[in-house]
């Protein structure tokens, strides 16, 4: 099969947890053919309720599909996926399109781009940033790194999940800007975790506080989606702060290698450790907050 014969309509979506169940449902609602696949069982039950198709295994998935997404944890799951047995590799046919949007490091892109080119298999990295609530509403921004022909193969699938998608340049672009947004975003929820603390040490109403500085030079999403949180001291998942840890980690590698100096990220992957260390890790991202309110005595 090559790449004009690709039914875009034949979708595969692995890993179906906070944001991924999400993007797959939206699939659905574009009207792409949907199978589904995830590690641990009894995830797929409200897709396959809305049409989907659950395999048992990642080759089987494959072989019903031309386009298939991956959203895991990591390298080694989207490693695990492809290439153990009864992978994905098993399935893919040559001229299909494997899309990740996971976040994972770009040296894992480019190695796991070059073994699908053996086989005829065309691959795009496409991280996500937006949260459960992006996922959910389907308003993802997508960042794409890969070949142009095969973003425009993509394009009509990754709008059912997004609607700002840039294609950054080649292969592993995307999982550069990903890695530049968790970057900016540690700096974020740090900062905000600060001004909500001061907030309240100061006895002002930090809601009203918050409500002021939105329409401000200080707006921003964690101060519009995550403030209350902060405020509250009640950290529900949105984004795991383990999974943000593990992209500091990812940003912090990078950083060295290219010469740059990421004191704010490393000072909040001081805090997420500790956090974790104390059985934090699957709470929100925001809880960052915590460590800085309980540095104010609050």
Not at 43 to 51: I, N
Request: charged residues 20%; glycine residues 12%.
């Amino acid at each position: 099969m090559n790449s004009t014969q690709l039914d875009v309509k034949r979708v595969g979506f692995v890993g179906l947890g906070t944001m991924g169940a999400f993007m797959a449902e939206n699939l659905i609602r574009a009207g792409h053919e949907l199978t589904v696949w995830n590690r641990t069982p009894g995830r797929a039950k409200h897709l396959t309720e809305l049409g989907a198709v659950e395999t048992s295994t990642p080759a089987e998935l494959a072989m019903r599909c031309d386009i298939v997404i991956t959203c895991v944890t990591d390298a080694p799951q989207v490693e695990e996926v492809l290439f153990a047995p009864n992978g994905l590799i098993e399935g893919l046919r040559e001229g299909s399109l494997f899309i990740d949007c996971s976040t994972i490091s770009p040296t894992k892109v480019l190695e796991f781009s070059k073994r699908l080119a053996q086989r005829g298999i065309a691959m795009l990295d496409a991280p996500v940033s937006g949260g459960s609530e992006g996922a959910r509403l389907g308003t993802l921004t997508i960042m794409v790194g890969g070949e142009p022909d095969d973003v425009e193969r993509a394009r009509g699938v990754l709008s059912a999940l997004g609607n700002n998608l840039t294609h950054l340049g080649a292969l592993g672009s995307g999982q550069w800007a990903k890695t530049i947004n968790q970057v900016i975003l540690a700096g974020t929820y740090l900062a905000v975790a600060e001004g909500v603390t001061l907030a309240l040490k100061a006895g002002l109403d930090a809601e009203q506080v918050v409500s002021a500085l939105s329409g401000g030079a200080a707006g921003s999403w964690v101060l519009a989606n995550r403030s209350g949180r902060m405020i509250d001291d009640e950290y529900p998942i949105g984004f795991k702060l383990a999974l943000h840890r593990k992209d500091l980690g990812i940003a912090l590698e990078l950083a060295r290698g290219v010469g740059a100096v990421l004191p704010v990220t490393s000072l909040a992957a001081t805090f997420e450790d500790g956090l974790i260390a104390e059985g934090h890790g699957d709470d929100d991202n925001s809880a960052l907050a915590r460590s800085i309110r309980r540095l104010s005595g609050l």
